[in-house]
Each structure stands twice: as C-alpha cells, then as structure tokens.
C-alpha cells in the first residue's frame, strides 16, 4: 500500500514538485520584467502566488533559482533541438545546422523571459553560476564537434585545440543571438540564422577544402 499522503489526489512530492514548477515560471516573468538583480524572492513569490515559506522549500537562496531557471530553458532548447534533427539525414550538415539555428533562434524570439535568462541574466552573477553557463557551452561545443567531424579532422591536423574551436563557433551563434535579443529581434530569423550559416559556412570551407 502506498502510505504517501495525498491532498486532493496530488502526493506530497507531486504537490512540491508544482510549487517549484510556479516559481521557476514566476522567475521567468520577473527577471524578463526587471532582469536578476531587481528581482526579489518577495516579488518572486508574489507573481507565483506562493508564501516565501514555499520558495525556501525547493530553492536555497535567489541565486540557487536562477540557476534552475536557466537549466531548465537549456533544457528546453536542448529537447526542441533534437526533435527537429532527429529525422535529418546526418550526412546533409547544411540543413542539420540550418535547422539547429532556426529552431533555437525561434525559441529566442517566442520566449523572450527565457532569452534574458539564457543569454543576458546568467553572467556575472558569482562564480558557481558562471561554471554551470559555461559547462553548457562546452556541452554545445562538443556536440559540435560529434555532427563536423570533417572539420574537426582538419582543425586537429592543423594542431588547434578542438575545445577551442568548437567554443568559437558556438561563441559565433550564441553572439549573434544575443545581438538580437537585445536588438528587439528587430531582424526577420532568417536574417539571423543566415548571419550564422554564413560564419559556419565559410569556417566549414576552410577547414574541408583540398
């Protein structure tokens, strides 16, 4: 028998779980509003309609809430991602990467609380939280280097550092987004996901070449 207790058909685990889902939606609304460092736990809790008694409940400190904030858009970006290249051949790397761009410039452009936290929010914030953007961006940069393995042969001939080179081109795109975003997405996405095919293009050239 499961002895768990319940309220309203919800386990307690299940009803935890729902108040951190509100407040990572409620951080999301906030930080888009007034960016991280002019939210407060007390607003936070205020746009999710929790007590404070909630927040310490599933989150140490405002910090530790960004950082969630920001897994959990990388989550999201990361799971769009794969839906929209799973069924491309792997040998077509031009579209592979047009439809990479795409789907995460159009996730940018639709949800603009999660592009804040994503590319303007996360640095700077103290060094704990620096370390987890950039274990992502190597994350991305290795993925890089599994879907260019042409380029990567090259650039390893050359004596380059992969990780740099993978950082680099990733550097390109995230840079590009955040122009962007902070632009107002006042270009049409394709313009933006030409600006990187273009840099990726040209790199890819480079290093296929002879």
Known sequence: MDRRRTYKGASNEERRAERRQKLLDAAMKVYGAVGYHGATVKAICAEAGLTERYFYESFENGEALLAAAYLAVMEQLTGEITAAITALPRHDMATVARTTLTTYYALLRDNPNEARVFLVEILGVSPAVDRIYWDTIRAASFAVLRFAPDATEKARDLG?????????????????????????????????VETAMAILGAVNRQFTAG
């Open 160 to 192: 380059l550092d992969l990780e740099l080179f993978a950082d680099g081109l990733v550097g390109a795109v995230v840079q590009i987004a955040l122009g962007w975003v902070r632009s107002g997405y006042a270009a049409p996405i394709e313009t933006a």
